[in-house]
């Protein structure tokens, strides 16, 4: 789990933020958690995904939680810097707004739920349970994300669930096919030696001076420090299903947007300015059309024009589909969507 979590910390690490050693709190373990009703304020402002945490005075568990995974200093520090994270009192006695709406306990009884449990917890009451937020939408006054975990969670459980959440991969994927990669990409022993047939070219190698090639380019814009990209990187490309077709119709780049080599691209010489302003390599973010979200996958034709470029992890189904409707230029004849709906590729 170490090795795991080390992979984490590498959004810790790159902004200067590495835990350091503290004595955890018995009853509070080493995360700041904020009130929910601050929690929203503060996302309107910046926003953050949210981890609110339900427990309850009498909860073992929600105790035991506190005095291990949420005192683990690595894990409690990325949760400090990433999420706005909140302890709610399942029983708890205090009016709380929400999403416009007012919640208030059950009764006046000692261990009657809150009708804020009730409602996120879809009237299943039990502790320690943890819920997942993020991607609010202001028109529709409520977050695309809204995931719920019950139980006691320990680092293994969580990890995944906390990439889940702050790299936005539910845009593209279900929770549970993500976990399975996510178990794979870092645990499975095997791995190392299925990804030798996948030979990933370098920016340089692709472009420099490259008008053409007889295959199109399929372009992996990602980072060390991005754990959706390693988890999609060592899984969803070396699918047998995914291989086997885009081995034949792509060329594979791996492109790190930090990287500092000047490109000669189709008459354009193309720099990293490396400013604090712009980390980014110029033909980095003009392959990901200005936008540069982590993971994206860039699609070039074979004069190395590009068509299209999708961000957000993908699982291996959808990336194999994606692959088809560009590799087989059935782009040229359908939208996405009617080919999407009607093709089983």
């Given at each position: 789990?170490?090795?795991?979590?080390?992979?984490?910390?590498?959004?810790?690490?790159?902004?200067?933020?590495?835990?350091?050693?503290?004595?955890?709190?018995?009853?509070?373990?080493?995360?700041?958690?904020?009130?929910?009703?601050?929690?929203?304020?503060?996302?309107k402002k910046t926003p953050k995904p949210i981890l609110l945490d339900f427990y309850t005075d009498w909860c073992g568990w929600c105790k035991h939680m506190m005095k291990t995974t949420y005192s683990e200093p690595d894990l409690a520090q990325y949760i400090n810097n990433y999420f706005y994270p909140v302890k709610f009192n399942a029983e708890g006695k205090d009016t709380i707004e929400f999403l416009g709406k007012m919640y208030k306990p059950t009764s006046a009884a000692p261990k009657a739920p809150h009708e804020l449990a009730v409602k996120l917890l879809n009237g299943s009451l039990s502790y320690p349970s943890t819920i997942f937020m993020n991607g609010y939408d202001a028109e529709k006054n409520e977050?695309?994300?809204?995931?719920?975990?019950?139980?006691?969670?320990?680092?293994?459980?969580?990890?995944?669930?906390?990439?889940?959440?702050?790299?936005?991969?539910?845009?593209?994927?279900?929770?549970?096919?993500?976990?399975?990669?996510?178990?794979?990409?870092?645990?499975?022993?095997?791995?190392?030696?299925?990804?030798?047939?996948?030979?990933?070219?370098?920016?340089?190698?692709?472009?420099?001076?490259?008008?053409?090639?007889?295959?199109?380019?399929?372009?992996?814009?990602?980072?060390?420090?991005?754990?959706?990209?390693?988890?999609?990187?060592?899984?969803?490309?070396?699918?047998?299903?995914?291989?086997?077709?885009?081995?034949?119709?792509?060329?594979?780049?791996?492109?790190?947007?930090?990287?500092?080599?000047?490109?000669?691209?189709?008459?354009?010489?193309?720099?990293?300015?490396?400013?604090?302003?712009?980390?980014?390599?110029?033909?980095?973010?003009?392959?990901?059309?200005?936008?540069?979200?982590?993971?994206?996958?860039?699609?070039?034709?074979?004069?190395?024009?590009?068509?299209?470029?999708?961000?957000?992890?993908?699982?291996?189904?959808?990336?194999?589909?994606?692959?088809?409707?560009?590799?087989?230029?059935?782009?040229?004849?359908?939208?996405?969507?009617?080919?999407?709906?009607?093709?089983?590729?």
């Amino acid at each position: 789990m170490r090795f795991i979590f080390s992979i984490l910390t590498f959004l810790l690490l790159s902004a200067g933020c590495m835990a350091q050693a503290v004595t955890a709190d018995p009853v509070n373990g080493l995360v700041k958690w904020i009130p929910l009703e601050k929690a929203m304020e503060l996302n309107k402002k910046t926003p953050k995904p949210i981890l609110l945490d339900f427990y309850t005075d009498w909860c073992g568990w929600c105790k035991h939680m506190m005095k291990t995974t949420y005192s683990e200093p690595d894990l409690a520090q990325y949760i400090n810097n990433y999420f706005y994270p909140v302890k709610f009192n399942a029983e708890g006695k205090d009016t709380i707004e929400f999403l416009g709406k007012m919640y208030k306990p059950t009764s006046a009884a000692p261990k009657a739920p809150h009708e804020l449990a009730v409602k996120l917890l879809n009237g299943s009451l039990s502790y320690p349970s943890t819920i997942f937020m993020n991607g609010y939408d202001a028109e529709k006054n409520e977050f695309r994300l809204n995931m719920l975990a019950a139980g006691y969670l320990d680092r293994q459980k969580i990890e995944p669930m906390l990439v889940f959440t702050l790299e936005n991969v539910f845009r593209n994927s279900e929770y549970n096919e993500f976990a399975a990669r996510f178990e794979e990409a870092f645990r499975d022993s095997t791995l190392e030696k299925r990804s030798e047939k996948l030979k990933w070219l370098t920016p340089k190698e692709a472009f420099h001076n490259v008008t053409n090639s007889k295959k199109k380019t399929l372009v992996l814009i990602n980072t060390d420090w991005c754990n959706s990209c390693r988890v999609m990187k060592r899984t969803s490309f070396i699918d047998d299903a995914v291989f086997g077709y885009a081995d034949t119709t792509y060329r594979f780049v791996d492109f790190n947007p930090e990287y500092r080599d000047s490109i000669n691209f189709q008459g354009q010489l193309l720099i990293n300015p490396a400013q604090p302003q712009m980390p980014f390599h110029q033909l980095a973010m003009a392959l990901a059309k200005n936008n540069m979200v982590l993971p994206t996958v860039a699609l070039l034709d074979e004069n190395n024009q590009l068509l299209d470029a999708i961000p957000f992890y993908l699982s291996p189904a959808v990336l194999r589909k994606i692959l088809y409707y560009y590799g087989e230029d059935i782009y040229k004849t359908k939208s996405w969507n009617e080919y999407s709906v009607t093709s089983g590729k």
